[in-house]
């Protein structure tokens, strides 16, 4: 499988990631944890990164390809893999189209989630780009330019949206049923 797990920070990308691919054996991608840890090691790309992410803005597009494109040529993700948090504008999302090629993302699994509760969710986190003002930068920077994602994959025939309300392990089974669905769908 090749999916796409898109949604506004905070909407439990991240958590969901993790779960959807222990449950179906698929490389994890994020490009969040890339990043901090390309800033927690101190590189050259996580040094010009750090001020991007610190306010809340998306980083450029230049470094966050070099990264994706580096762990999506390891052996191990040709079997199947998971993006979370990436693409994040219409210029990554093109960049990896050209990418795969013809080995594709199947699907796009977007979790939608209210502001209110996405803000509370991550004052609640408390991570170092937690602050009201950053998460509210990180809102508009989410409807600017990450939202016309939804258009975008749609038009592509690719699209699920799922309600990112409820407990985790209910947002979980929401996307077991989109993923079941879409297996019945490919063996039929
Ligand atoms: P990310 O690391 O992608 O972080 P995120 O969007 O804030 O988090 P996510 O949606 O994964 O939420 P999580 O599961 O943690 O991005 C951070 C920064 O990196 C960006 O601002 C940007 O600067 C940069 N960046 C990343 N990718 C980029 C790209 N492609 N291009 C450019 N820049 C990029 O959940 C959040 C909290 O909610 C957690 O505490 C969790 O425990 C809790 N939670 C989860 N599910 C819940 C539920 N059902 N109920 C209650 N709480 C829940």
Redesign the pocket.
């Known amino acids: 499988m090749r999916l796409i ?1 898109l ?11 993790a779960r959807v691919c222990d449950a179906h054996g698929l490389v994890h991608l ?4 890339l ?2 840890a390309a800033v927690g090691a101190g590189t050259d790309l996580g040094k010009e ?1 750090k001020a ?2 610190d ?7 230049t ?2 390809l070099a990264l ?1 494109r580096e762990r999506l040529e390891q052996p191990d993700a040709a079997a199947g893999f998971l993006l ?6 219409v210029s ?1 999302a093109e960049a990896l189209a050209a990418d795969l090629g013809d080995r594709g993302v199947e699907k796009v699994i977007h ?1 939608k989630l209210e502001d209110e ?1 996405i803000v509370q ?2 004052l ?2 408390g ?1 170092e ?2 602050t009201e003002a950053v998460i509210r930068n ?1 809102l508009e ?1 989410y409807s600017n330019e990450t939202a016309p994602l939804i258009a975008h994959f749609d038009g592509q025939g690719l699209l699920v949206t799922i309600d ?5 392990d ?2 979980f089974d929401r996307i077991a049923g989109v993923l079941s669905d879409s297996n019945a769908g490919a063996s039929a």
């Open positions: 797990l949604g506004p920070p905070g909407a439990g990308k991240g958590t969901q990631a994020s490009t969040g944890d990043l901090r990164a991007f992410m306010a809340g803005n998306l980083v450029p597009d470094l966050v994706v979370d948090g990436f693409p994040r504008n990554q979790m509760e969710r991550l609640a986190r991570r780009d937690d990180r920077v990112a309300q409820g407990s985790m209910e947002v």
